[in-house]
Structure formats: structure tokens, C-alpha cells
């Protein structure tokens, strides 16, 4: 059997291939159909450049049908789909195409120039653009090509796509994922979620990432669910689409602006028999205000770049609110304590997963990879969690010293080490304070030298032209000395303190 991921998607499109898949905001339509013609010419065209096998084809797209048609042509011609965030700039975009040794990038029309020039230094043999409204030259050139193609033979293990995480030491590793841990995920997450037929999915989640792509587009695609595209998160469009959705899945950021949003009522929700959190953890007070407006609790649900969903609250029984619920159907997961001895009853431990879900290592990091499993096949997650007496799973921290803020990963050590660079900064910390909004709120705690002059204004514009936008700290703050503990460790848990009201 064929154990290609789009294999498993079509054997289930929906027979009437003219109902739709795809709506946009703009009222485009994409039927059944579209999705299965349009990347069959987009896989012709990569088929005809003559690439070597598991080439991974970068991607660096704004959200559109047209991308997700492109991830799903990846998958056919059986090379590796490699997403990279919208926000990453040139010196980012740099190290993931030295890293991945993409032979194809497809970028935004409007960054060609600078995109393609560090492709060709990097080795890609093609860089391809495609716009939002269908622009660029990944379009023109697939519309020459033909609309059949017979989607490639997949082994299980073979690679599906890579996602890059950031490292603890500020160095992005790319987790691969084969087809089969695509796979059991969505099949698992399809049975456990109930979909249903006459689902409809409000997509407004980035397609760059673990959340938008795999847990939301790929159980749409796996159910033959239509889904309408937003753009990007808007509380009030999303308020005017819900009535028309089903099932709605989004950061815990998404959920605390809904409910700033007038006109978010129980009304408005009626026809949604779904929400779903993660990504980042859902305050217990979002999760009671929801309730209270809407009438509907929200499913929260766990999970990782390198191992898809690990845990869900449950979609019949009761969801309890500050828990990511029960681990998966198929997913093994156990806390151990500091000397990897499992935790008993309700203590606290470091938590690690087993599973066909869970990834096949770190891209060209094989020692890498090797630490972070046991010997026994056992990933370390690096979060720290706690079962309660009914077996729910809390994650009480972060073994790893990682910010999420709206959720996405930020890791101090690679925005520490752009501040250290800069001139008249001595030396740098920076945290996560929590944040209503954005869950926790990038803060940078500076040591300068006396004449240098800087103040709060002129490191923010620095970073922002170095980082993407929401890597960079939302505060700074500037001190004589970081507090160090006696190993000479910067105290960042007294800065959290210090700087939490930021
Ligand atoms: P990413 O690979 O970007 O999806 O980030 C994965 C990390 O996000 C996990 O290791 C957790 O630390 C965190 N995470 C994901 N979902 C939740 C959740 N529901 N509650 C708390 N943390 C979460």
C-alpha cells in the first residue's frame, strides 16, 4: 500500500469532487477537484526539474489555497516540505538554506531579490515565487503543465516534511516527520476530535507551522472537511465567519481577543461544536470566561513540532480547564524525575513520549538526536508536567528555557546573543513575563556601558531590522549587573520576578 500522506488524503476527498475545499475571504472557490489538478501541476513542474529524491522544497509564502495546494504537490512528487515562518529575515532565512540545502525555494514575489540571493550562494537550483493573490512564477509556470500525476510511492518512513524548531542553544534544529507519523496523528486526531461529515473547519492559524498544517489542515483533509482560509487571525472576522464554521481551532492569544471582541456571544458560536487551544498553555481564566460567554468549553490539547499531538482533553467527557487531558490513543507518555526514574502518583517529572507519531530526529544532527531520546525510544520532551488524580496532564514549565508568546517559540539565547552584538551592550538576559495578550511578552534586561547612549526606542528598531517582529522584546529594561548564582548562571528567575509587571 502506498503510504504516501496525499495518497491517504485522496482515498478520502469527498466522491463529489465539485464540493469545496477551499473558501477565502476574498470568495474564492477550490473544489475537490481544484486542490487535486492544481497540484498535480505543481508536482509535474517540480517532476520536470529533474530533482534528486527527498529533495526538501523551502517554502516562505504568505497564507494562501495556492500554499497549501504546494505542500500537498510536495508530498506527491514525494519531496520534503520545509515551511518557514512568514516574519524569519535574510540572516534567519540564511542559516535554515544552509542547514536544509534546499533544491528549491518558493518565496513572496516581493522578496525574490534578497531570497534568491542567498539561495544561489546556498546552492538551491531553483527559487520560485508565489504571491498571495496568486501571483509570482510557481503559477505561471505549473499552468503549462498537466493536470494528472500519479502521486509517487511512499515508504512510511520516508520524510514528509521538515519544521525547524529553535534549539535551547539558539540554533534552529529541522525535526523530520515522515508520512506515517503524519499520518497516525491525523487519523488518531480525526477519531478522537469526532469529525463528522458536514464539518466545516475556520481556518485562521499560519500554515508554517505544526498547529495550522498538520493538526488543523490535515484532519480537514484527511475528513474531506471544507475549510474557510482567513489571511490571518482577526476577532471580528473571525466573529463573522463562525456562524458558518464548525470547528475552530486557535493559540490561546486567539481565544483572550475573541472575548475582547464585541458581539463574541453565545449566538455568534452556536453552530461550532468545537474549539480547540494549544500551542501554548490556555490561562484557566480564559478558559472559565469562554465558558461563561459562550456556553462552550474549550478542548485544550498538547503537543510539538516534533511529535504532532501528544495529548487531548477529552471530546466527550469532561474538559478540564489548566490540563491538556489524556494522552493520545498510541501516544506511551511518562514523567521521569532528574535521574530518569519514573514519578509515582501525582509528582512532577520531566516529560517523555513514545509513539508512531513521534519524529525520526533532528535534520543532520545525529548526536543531537541521540540526546534527546533514551534508550529505550523515548523522546524528551523538555516540558515539565503533572497528572492529577484522574489522570489529566498539567504542564507546570518548561524544562527548556523557552518564551511563548502568541504562540510562538522564542528562544532567549538566539535574541541574547543579536543584543550582545550590539554596540555599547555589554551583556544581556531575556525572559518571559506574562502577558495578557500574547500569554508572555518577550522582555530584554540590558547591561550597557555608560557612554554608550542607548535607551529602550534604538535597541527595539535595531532588533527589528535583525529579527523577526515577534521575537522582538516587547520591554527593555537596563541594570549595572545581571544577578548571577554562585556557578556564575545568570538568575533569570529573579528577573522574571523584578520585571513581571514589565
Ligand atoms: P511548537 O513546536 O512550536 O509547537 O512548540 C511546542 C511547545 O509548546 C511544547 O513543547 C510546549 O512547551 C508548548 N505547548 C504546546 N501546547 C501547549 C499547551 N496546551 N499548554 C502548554 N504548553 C504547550
Given at each position: 500500500m502506498n503510504a504516501n500522506l496525499y495518497a491517504l488524503f485522496a482515498a478520502r476527498f469527498p466522491s463529489d469532487r465539485s464540493a469545496c475545499c477551499i473558501e477565502t475571504a476574498s470568495g474564492a472557490f477550490y473544489s475537490w477537484g481544484d486542490i487535486e489538478r492544481a497540484s498535480a501541476r505543481m508536482a509535474n513542474l517540480f517532476a520536470g526539474l529533474g530533482l534528486?529524491?527527498?529533495?526538501r522544497i523551502a517554502v516562505q509564502v504568505e497564507k494562501s489555497a495556492e500554499a497549501l495546494i504546494l505542500y500537498l504537490a510536495t508530498l506527491r512528487t514525494g519531496h520534503v516540505y520545509l515551511p518557514l515562518n512568514t516574519a524569519y529575515r535574510a540572516a534567519e532565512i540564511d542559516y535554515f538554506i544552509e542547514n536544509a540545502e534546499p533544491a528549491v525555494v518558493v518565496c513572496a514575489p516581493e522578496n525574490f531579490g534578497w531570497t534568491a540571493q542567498i539561495a544561489f550562494k546556498r546552492s538551491a537550483a531553483h527559487v520560485i515565487t508565489l504571491g498571495a493573490d496568486r501571483s509570482g512564477s510557481l503559477l505561471a509556470r505549473a499552468a503549462a503543465q498537466s493536470d494528472a500525476f500519479e502521486t509517487v510511492a511512499s515508504a512510511p518512513?520516508?520524510?514528509?516534511a521538515i519544521l525547524y524548531t529553535s534549539g535551547t542553544t539558539g540554533r534552529s534544529k529541522g525535526a523530520m516527520l515522515s508520512h506515517a507519523n503524519l499520518a497516525s496523528n491525523a487519523l488518531t486526531l480525526q477519531k478522537y476530535w469526532h469529525w463528522q461529515d458536514g464539518d466545516v473547519l475556520l481556518h485562521a492559524l499560519p500554515l508554517f507551522h505544526v498547529h495550522g498544517l498538520f493538526v488543523a489542515s490535515n484532519a480537514a483533509l484527511l475528513n474531506g472537511s471544507k475549510m474557510i482560509f482567513l489571511a490571518r487571525f482577526d476577532a471580528a472576522e473571525v466573529v463573522r465567519y463562525l456562524p458558518r464554521a464548525t470547528v475552530f481551532m486557535g493559540v490561546p492569544t486567539f481565544y483572550v481577543r475573541l472575548l475582547a471582541?464585541?458581539?463574541?456571544?453565545r449566538a455568534a458560536c452556536s453552530n461550532v461544536r468545537l474549539f480547540v487551544s494549544g500551542s501554548a498553555p490556555l490561562l484557566l481564566d480564559t478558559f472559565n470566561s469562554f465558558a461563561a460567554r459562550t456556553g462552550q468549553v474549550i478542548l485544550e490539547r498538547y503537543g510539538m513540532s516534533e511529535t504532532v499531538m501528544l495529548t487531548s482533553n477529552p471530546h466527550d467527557g469532561e474538559r478540564r480547564g489548566g490540563t491538556v487531558g489524556f494522552p493520545l490513543p498510541e501516544v506511551e507518555l511518562r514523567l521521569v524525575d532528574e535521574h530518569g526514574q519514573p514519578c509515582s502518583g501525582t509528582g512532577i517529572g520531566g516529560i517523555e513520549v513514545r509513539g508512531p507519531n513521534v519524529f525520526c530526529g533532528y535534520w543532520q544532527m545525529p548526536e543531537k538526536t541521540a540526546e534527546e531520546?533514551?534508550?529505550?525510544?523515548?523522546?524528551?520532551?523538555?516540558d515539565v508536567g503533572r497528572f492529577d488524580a484522574d489522570g489529566y496532564l498539567s504542564i507546570v514549565g518548561r524544562s527548556k528555557d523557552l518564551i511563548i508568546t502568541g504562540g510562538y517559540n522564542v528562544y532567549p539565547k538566539e535574541i541574547e546573543s543579536v543584543l550582545d552584538d550590539l554596540p555599547g551592550v555589554v551583556e544581556s538576559a531575556v525572559i518571559g513575563v506574562p502577558h495578557a495578550d500574547f500569554g508572555e511578552a518577550v522582555t530584554a534586561v540590558i547591561v550597557c556601558r555608560a557612554?554608550?547612549?542607548?535607551c529602550e526606542s534604538a535597541i527595539v528598531a535595531a532588533l527589528k531590522a535583525r529579527i523577526a517582529n515577534f521575537k522582538v522584546p516587547k520591554r527593555v529594561f537596563f541594570v549595572e549587573d545581571l544577578p548571577r548564582n554562585a556557578m556564575g548562571k545568570v538568575q533569570k528567575n529573579l528577573l522574571r520576578e523584578r520585571f513581571r509587571e514589565g
Open positions: 534528486p529524491p527527498a529533495s518512513d520516508d520524510l514528509a471582541e464585541a458581539g463574541f456571544d531520546f533514551t534508550a529505550d525510544g523515548f523522546f524528551k520532551t523538555g557612554d554608550a547612549g542607548l
